[in-house]
């Protein structure tokens, strides 16, 4: 069965520099979310769209941003990255109905040195 | 406090034994409850779901769901060295169902 994909799996930055995750969520699901995961951390929510519309806002910074394209993809910006930004980015999706629930992507993950 | 408690271990046990894992949550809203085993550096994988109370039994994983006490539980029956990974509890309510909680984790370690 198809997955929630992600890309890039892996990319490094340096300090202050801009780097774009981004997510395909399963067919036919059409909400998104965004979670931030240090290490030994759990997941940190950041963000969700639900039919390309923002739904739900967690803690994500304010050099961060996404949005939700027409085809149900995501895209999560960060800008003026910081080291402290280093982390495993999971992106999840849902058929965004009650009951149903969320499935993970593999994760990217982003080292800011 | 946090929505979902969740005691984040590390949990070692030898191979073979029974596994229990707990969360415990503040908000009677909750009817949806998950389990999540995640492997190092991978993203979390859906391992049971469970609607209100009651148990559920998928192979060697029971899940098991009391509402009234707001405890659920994931039981490992014969635990193997590659059920080592961190369990997540997670929910969701009736109402704002896209939101979900999740527990910070348990780290089990089986050894062989």
């Known amino acids: 069965a198809a997955g929630v994909i992600q890309s890039p799996r892996h990319l490094i930055k340096e300090k202050r520099e801009t780097a774009t995750l981004k997510c395909y969520p399963i067919p036919r699901h059409d909400t998104v979310y965004w979670y931030q995961q240090g290490p030994g951390q759990d997941p940190q929510f950041l963000i969700s769209?639900?039919?390309?519309?923002?739904?739900d806002k967690g803690s994500i910074p304010d050099r961060f941003s996404a949005q939700q394209f027409s085809d149900y993809h995501s895209e999560l910006n960060m800008s003026s990255l910081e080291l402290g930004d280093s982390a495993l980015y999971f992106c999840a999706s849902s058929q965004g109905g009650q009951g149903d629930t969320i499935y993970f992507g593999e994760g990217s993950w982003l080292t800011v040195v | 406090q946090k929505e979902v408690e969740q005691d984040p271990g590390p949990l070692s046990v030898p191979e073979g034994a029974i596994v229990s894992l707990n969360c415990t949550y503040s908000?009677?809203?909750?009817?949806?409850f998950m389990w999540y085993r995640q492997y190092s550096r991978k993203g979390p994988e859906l391992l049971m779901y469970t609607y209100s109370s009651g148990n559920k039994e998928d192979g060697r994983f029971t899940a098991q769901v009391d509402k009234s006490s707001k405890y659920i539980s994931l039981f490992i029956r014969d635990s193997q060295p590659s059920d080592s990974a961190t369990y997540l509890c997670?929910?969701?309510?009736?109402?704002?169902?896209?939101?979900?909680?999740f527990g910070s984790g348990t780290k089990l370690n089986v050894k062989p």
């Open positions: 769209f639900y039919e390309k519309m923002q739904s």
């Open positions: 997670a929910m969701t309510g009736v109402y704002n169902f896209n939101k979900f909680y």
């Open positions: 908000n009677s809203a909750f009817q949806y």
